[in-house]
Structure formats: C-alpha cells, structure tokens
C-alpha cells in the first residue's frame, strides 16, 4: 500500500482507540468532576468489564451476538453495583477527602487486581465478536466491528450529554458539583449522587471494556494503560468537560494509532506525555476546562 491508504488505515485504528478512551476518561471525569475525588482504580473497573464479558459470553451458549449482548448489558450493571458498594463503604465514610480518597481507591485497585487474579487467573482469554463482517475499501478490507464500536460510543456520548445537559437528573449532577453545600441546603440528597456519579463512571468504563474485548482480550492488568490514558485525556481536556474529552480522545487516540503504526508505539506514549506536560504549563484549566477563582 502507498502512503494514503497506510494514512486511513492508522486513524481508522486511532479512531477506535479514541472511541474507547472517550468512554473511560468521561467516566473519570464524571467522577472528579462532581465529587473532586481522583478515582485511581478506575482502570480496574475498566478490567472488571471486560473479565465479566468473558464469563458472561462464555456461559451463553448459541451465536456469539447473544453472549455479547448480555455482557454488554450485565457487565457493566454488576461494575456498577460494585462501584456503589464501594462508595458507601470506604469513599463516604472518609467524607470524599481528596487525600484519604487517593489512598482509598489505590488500596480498591490492588484488592480488584488480586481478586481478578484469584477467580480468573493470569490468563488472557479471548471474547468472540458479535459478527464478522468486513468491509472491503478499495485498498483493504476493514474490520466491521471495529466500526461499531466507534458508532457505538458515539450514541454513547450523545446519551450522556442529554442526559446531562437535559434532565433533571443532569441539572441535580451539575448543580452537586457547583457547590454541594447549597445543594443539600436545597434538599437534593448529595451522597447519593456522589453514590450515584460514581457508580455511572465505573459503568462507563465496563461499557468501553466490554466493546474492546472482542478485539483484544480480557486480562487482569489490562486496566493499567486505560487508566493512564484517561488521565492524560482528562487533564488535556479539562476536568468535567464532555466536549473537552471528546476532543481530547480524538487528539490522544489518532496520534497514538497514526504515530505507532509510522514510527513506534513508544513515540506515541511521549508525544501523549509532552502534551500533557504543555497543557499544565500554558493551560492548566486544560483546553476547554474553566479557570478556578
């Protein structure tokens, strides 16, 4: 192949990356964003997803779709119960302090990883696709599936940000995050939305987990670099900000898939950290992020 079709194939591939990334730091953000709580074990639920995809998937019997839909449903409820499990026992009872909460969700990561460990094993397992089917290009064949997993965040995204931005439950989420003292002076019940926030951040991430695993496989370190990356999403972004991350995922993953297929993947994690590195020191706020006062 020339240069142009090398070209597509490697943003098609970081288009993927990016579609996946923009769920797992949205889910990050969501949480820093209304409990100011830096959620360290955010790639563990990212793995927990995808360790539930194989099991759930792997108990279904019959065509792979119907495995992978019941994952994509159950996975992410079950991560979601765990996360507000969670919350209410070790995040509430510290009162959401930024410090002890650092401490607290490192502590979360190991004891996810080791139980992860434990019951699944070492192993990296396999998830079968829902389907198989390619698209052919006038220069290669492409990856159907891989396509609606970038379709599928995007519908996602635009969910979230209805939801956000035009119900209540959004206005009550934004209103939390604002100022949460004079929330709860209004009466909206403010630990159950951090509950309910954190919950949501975690499912976020099974979700994004769950749609890549067919086309990687489940580990139980695989929350490491997702974690990194959703971080470095957040902080170019700007804490809190859906457009911020959207653009920010798009940034990281299409130098990431561009950058590793023309030179190396390595090249691609210090590009990602020099940008990380220009962005606190021209624009701490991030690029859409608002200053504090």
């Given amino acids: 192949m020339h240069f142009g079709p090398h070209l597509l194939l490697a943003a098609l591939e970081g288009l993927v990356t990016s579609a996946v990334l923009a769920l797992t730091a949205l889910g ?62 070790v995040l509430r009872r510290l009162n959401y302090n930024p410090e002890a909460t650092i401490v607290a969700t490192i502590g979360m990561l190991y004891i996810i990883q080791q139980l992860a460990l434990t019951f699944y094993g070492p192993e990296a397992r396999p998830v079968e696709p829902p389907f198989s089917y390619r698209i052919l290009l006038p220069w290669f064949g492409y990856s159907g599936y891989k396509l609606s997993i970038i379709a599928a965040s995007a519908l996602l995204l635009i969910a979230t940000w209805l939801v956000l931005t035009r119900t209540k439950i959004g206005l009550i989420m934004r209103a ?9 002076a209004f009466g909206i019940p403010v630990d159950r939305v951090y509950g309910g926030v954190f919950a949501l951040g975690a499912m976020l991430a099974a979700i994004a987990a769950v749609l890549i695993v067919p086309i990687s496989q489940a580990h139980y370190l695989m929350g490491q670099d997702p974690l990194l990356l959703s971080f470095i999403v957040v902080i170019i972004g700007g804490l809190g900000s859906l457009r911020g991350t959207v653009v920010a995922a798009v940034l990281i993953g299409l130098s990431d898939g561009i950058i590793s297929m023309f030179f190396s993947p390595t090249l691609a994690k210090i590009v990602a950290t020099l940008l990380v590195a220009m962005v606190l020191v021209f624009r701490p706020q991030g690029l859409f992020g608002t200053a504090s006062r």
């Fill in 176 to 184: 939390t995050q604002y100022d949460s003292e004079t929330a709860q």
């Fill in 28 to 89: 990050l953000s969501l949480v820093f964003g209304v409990m100011r709580v830096v959620n360290v074990a955010h790639g563990e639920f990212f793995m927990l997803g995808a360790v539930l995809a194989w099991a759930i998937s792997t108990a279904i019997s019959g065509h792979p779709a119907l495995g992978f839909l019941a994952a994509l449903v159950i996975a992410p409820l079950i991560v979601g119960a765990i996360a507000l499990v969670a919350e209410r026992l």
